[in-house]
């Protein structure tokens, strides 16, 4: 997994939480490298997983609210980074239909090695957008989160259901409904 998730979601920790409470979570982790990440760096899904579950413990949130929250966070947080590519999208549908390739652009062009969710999006109508999470690494509440963020991004009434596909929640599909103001004549 891209370091930047790692790094991202520990100083979004320090940030509410306090260095003091950081350190606990990643002490109690047990992570092999101790928490010292790198942006850029690579490292196993099973380090995220750890961090999650011990941040989970001290906070007391289950884990998929945790990573929910984590995932709108981290929309706000790496959008200023990407503000010329997202000015290119004048809305949220626009930006989740190219989603797929913009995540293997961007991923792949650092590791070509890497394995990436498959997240697709199909425009049922105007104002109703299909998107489908397929992967095994079972973090369809960060890509919740990462919609959230785009939807808040864009400032639109949007809003989201989930439908998980799979007890394992390996696949989902979130339905976005755009909802339209009607004028009286």
């Given at each position: 997994m891209k370091?930047?998730?790692?790094?991202?979601?520990?100083?979004?920790?320090?940030?509410?939480?306090?260095?003091e409470f950081t350190n606990r979570v990643i002490e109690d982790a047990g992570l092999e490298n101790e928490g010292a990440f790198t942006a850029v760096g690579n490292y196993p899904y099973r380090e995220l997983v750890k961090l999650l579950e011990s941040l989970s413990n001290h906070a007391q949130n289950p884990k998929g609210v945790l990573l929910k929250g984590?995932?709108?966070?981290?929309?706000?947080r790496l959008s200023p980074n990407y503000s010329v590519e997202l000015s290119q999208?004048?809305?949220?549908?626009?930006?989740?239909?190219?989603?797929?390739?913009?995540m293997k652009f961007e991923i792949y062009k650092l590791n070509p090695e890497a394995s990436i969710p498959k997240v697709t999006a199909a425009l049922r109508s105007p104002t109703?957008?299909?998107?489908?999470?397929?992967?095994?690494?079972?973090?369809?509440?960060l890509v919740e989160g990462l919609i959230v963020g785009c939807i808040n991004y864009f400032d639109e009434p949007?809003?989201?259901?989930?439908?998980?596909?799979?007890?394992?929640?390996?696949?989902?599909?979130?339905?976005?409904?755009?909802?339209?103001?009607?004028?009286?004549?």
């Amino acid at each position: 997994m891209k370091g930047i998730l790692f790094t991202e979601l520990i100083e979004l920790i320090e940030d509410l939480m306090g260095l003091e409470f950081t350190n606990r979570v990643i002490e109690d982790a047990g992570l092999e490298n101790e928490g010292a990440f790198t942006a850029v760096g690579n490292y196993p899904y099973r380090e995220l997983v750890k961090l999650l579950e011990s941040l989970s413990n001290h906070a007391q949130n289950p884990k998929g609210v945790l990573l929910k929250g984590y995932g709108e966070c981290l929309f706000h947080r790496l959008s200023p980074n990407y503000s010329v590519e997202l000015s290119q999208f004048p809305d949220t549908f626009s930006l989740l239909s190219q989603l797929e390739s913009i995540m293997k652009f961007e991923i792949y062009k650092l590791n070509p090695e890497a394995s990436i969710p498959k997240v697709t999006a199909a425009l049922r109508s105007p104002t109703l957008m299909e998107v489908h999470y397929v992967s095994e690494k079972r973090l369809s509440e960060l890509v919740e989160g990462l919609i959230v963020g785009c939807i808040n991004y864009f400032d639109e009434p949007i809003e989201l259901q989930r439908e998980d596909l799979s007890p394992d929640r390996k696949k989902v599909r979130f339905l976005l409904h755009k909802k339209v103001a009607y004028e009286r004549n």
